[in-house]
């Protein structure tokens, strides 16, 4: 059974759906569907995205290698006795390996 709805009800509901169309045009899903239907655009842009990810991680890590590294170099030339003989045994683990 269907109740019979109230002409308030129903342009509450009109006006729900003009807010929604307004809503999804700002959000450019149009553009966004055209993007997708253009499968090298798709393709080319997530290379792109890719290959800009793979360079952030390169640098990234190269930044956090170095200060790693002279954080360490501080730390040996505090001479502090634990840590010392600590890297000094990594050190000779490294060296009798032939790296």
């Given at each position: 059974?269907?109740?019979?709805?109230?002409?308030g009800?129903?342009?509450?509901?009109?006006?729900?759906?003009?807010?929604?169309?307004r809503?999804?045009?700002?959000?450019?899903?149009?553009?966004?569907?055209?993007f997708?239907?253009?499968?090298?655009?798709?393709?080319?842009?997530?290379f792109?995205?890719?290959?800009?990810?793979?360079?952030?991680?390169?640098?990234?890590a190269?930044?956090?290698?170095?200060?790693?590294?002279y954080?360490?170099?501080?730390?040996?030339?505090?001479?502090?006795?634990?840590?010392?003989?600590?890297i000094?045994k990594?050190?000779?683990?490294v060296?009798?390996?032939?790296?």
């Open positions: 059974m269907r109740r019979k709805r109230r002409p009800e129903l342009r509450a509901l009109v006006a729900r759906i003009i807010q929604l169309s809503r999804l045009e700002d959000a450019s899903v149009a553009e966004y569907v055209e997708m239907r253009n499968p090298r655009r798709v393709i080319w842009s997530n792109l995205a890719g290959v800009a990810r793979g360079f952030g991680i390169a640098i990234g190269s930044v956090l290698a170095a200060i790693f590294l954080a360490l170099s501080v730390i040996i030339s505090l001479n502090i006795p634990i840590i010392g003989d600590i000094s990594i050190v000779k683990i060296k009798d390996s032939g790296v």
